[in-house]
C-alpha cells in the first residue's frame, strides 16, 4: 500500500479481493481546507461522486438526502463571512493554550476550493411509516451522514479533496439557500482539485490533538468487559 | 463493472486511478438480513474492517466511537426477543396493504450473523471544546455514521454481509450491554460470511419502496432553484 499513513499491512490483502484499492482509499481521505487549487471538477468526476453518495444505505430506503450545488460567489462568500464570526465565537471559549494551536488552524476552503455542495435531511420522506425508524428518528439523519461518507470517499477516490466546514448556524444556512424549514442542512461540503493531500490530519499535525490507536476503542461482549 | 446494479459506465474510469474497484464496493454495499452463513470471519478481515471504522473523519478529531462485539447467544437472543416485539409495533401501524408487505420482509439477521458490531457515540470525548461543534452539536452524532460507512463499506470490501437492525430502543440496549447513560448507542450492526450479496435492496425487490434516481436530489446554488 502506497500510503505511509495506513495502519494495515499490505502483505495481509487477498489475491482477487476489491480491498487493495478500497484500503487505498479509506486511509488517504483527509478533511482537506488548505490544498485547494481552484481548478475545475471534471464533469464525470462530479456525476460519479453523487451517484456514490446516492447509493448509500438509507433507512427504509427513504433516500432522506438532497444535494445543493453551490458555485455563487455571493453565496460563497457571506456563508463564509458567518464562518468567520461563528470561529471567533468558538475561539472565546478557549483557554490561552488551545487559542495559540487554534489561530493556525485553517478551518475552511470555501472561497478556494471548486465547488460546494450543502447537503440535507428531509425526515418527511416516505413518512409516516419509514421501515426502521419508529423506535430511532434519528435513523433518517443517520443515513444522511452514510451519504456524506460515500461522497467523500468519492471524492478522495478521484483524487479530489474535500472538507466538512461545521463552523456555522442551521438556521443561517436554511436561510441562505432558501432551504425549507422542514428540511435540516447537515453539512457544507467544499471540493476541488487540490495541490496534494496530506498524510496527517491537519488537526494532528497542527498540534491540537493527536488520534489514539483502535484498541482502547474496542469492548468485548458488554461495555465494561 | 461486473455489478449489474451501478449506474455508472465502467468506461468511463480513468486508467491507474483508484476509483475502479472503489466504485464496485460502493455500488456492491447492501443491508444484508437473509444470506448469513454463520462461518466464522476471518480474524484479519475483522480486524481490517475496524481499522477502517477507525480511520474515518471525525469532528475535531474526537473520535467519539466505541466498538462492542458481541457473540453470546443469550445476548443476541435476549436482544432478538426485544427487536421482535419492536417489529410487532411497527406493523400495527400500518396499513392493510403495507402490512401485507411488511409481513414477508426479514428485518434482522441477529442470530444468524457471526457477529454483532454495537457501534455507540461518546459526547464527552474531548469535550468541552471539541473543534467544530460548538454551533452544531450533532457534529459528534455524525462523525460516528461516518466510522459506521467505513465498517459497512469494509465489510463489503472483504466479501462479507452487513445489516444495520434499528428496531430497537436505545434504552433497552444500554441495559443489556451496561453502556453508561453518558454514551448513547447509535447502531447493532449484523456481520459475517454470507451465502451470496443481492444486487438489488430488500425493500425494492420486496415491493416496499423503489429507489429513485438522483435527478431529483440535485439542486443548484439554491434549494429553489
Given at each position: 500500500m502506497s500510503n505511509n499513513n495506513s495502519p494495515i499491512n499490505s502483505n495481509h490483502f487477498l489475491e482477487n479481493s476489491l480491498s487493495k484499492q478500497f484500503y487505498e482509499v479509506i486511509f488517504k481521505r483527509r478533511d482537506v481546507r488548505?490544498?485547494?487549487?481552484?481548478e475545475p471538477i471534471p464533469e464525470e468526476s462530479l456525476r460519479r461522486i453523487l451517484e456514490a453518495a446516492h447509493a448509500a444505505p438509507s433507512v427504509g430506503l427513504s433516500q432522506p438526502w438532497d444535494f445543493i450545488l453551490v458555485t455563487d460567489v455571493e453565496t460563497k462568500t457571506n456563508f463564509q463571512s458567518h464562518v468567520s464570526q461563528e470561529r471567533k465565537y468558538f475561539a472565546d471559549s478557549l483557554t490561552e493554550q488551545e487559542s495559540k494551536i487554534f489561530e493556525k488552524i485553517?478551518?475552511?476552503?470555501i472561497l478556494e476550493s471548486s465547488l460546494s455542495i450543502v447537503v440535507t435531511y428531509d425526515?418527511?420522506?416516505?413518512?409516516?411509516?419509514?421501515?426502521?425508524r419508529h423506535a430511532i428518528a434519528d435513523a433518517g439523519l443517520y443515513s444522511v451522514c452514510l451519504a456524506i461518507q460515500n461522497l467523500w470517499l468519492a471524492a478522495t477516490a478521484e483524487n479530489l479533496g474535500l472538507g466538512w466546514v461545521s463552523f456555522y448556524k442551521e438556521q443561517f444556512l436554511q436561510n441562505l439557500l432558501s432551504i425549507p424549514k422542514t428540511i435540516r442542512p447537515v453539512a457544507w461540503l467544499c471540493l476541488g482539485p487540490v495541490t496534494h493531500v496530506e498524510q496527517t490530519p491537519d488537526l494532528e499535525r497542527q498540534g491540537w490533538k493527536k488520534r489514539r490507536g483502535l484498541e482502547e476503542f474496542i469492548h468485548y461482549e458488554q461495555w465494561s468487559l
Open positions: 488548505s490544498q485547494f487549487n481552484g485553517k478551518i475552511e476552503g425526515p418527511t420522506r416516505g413518512a409516516p411509516n419509514v421501515l426502521g
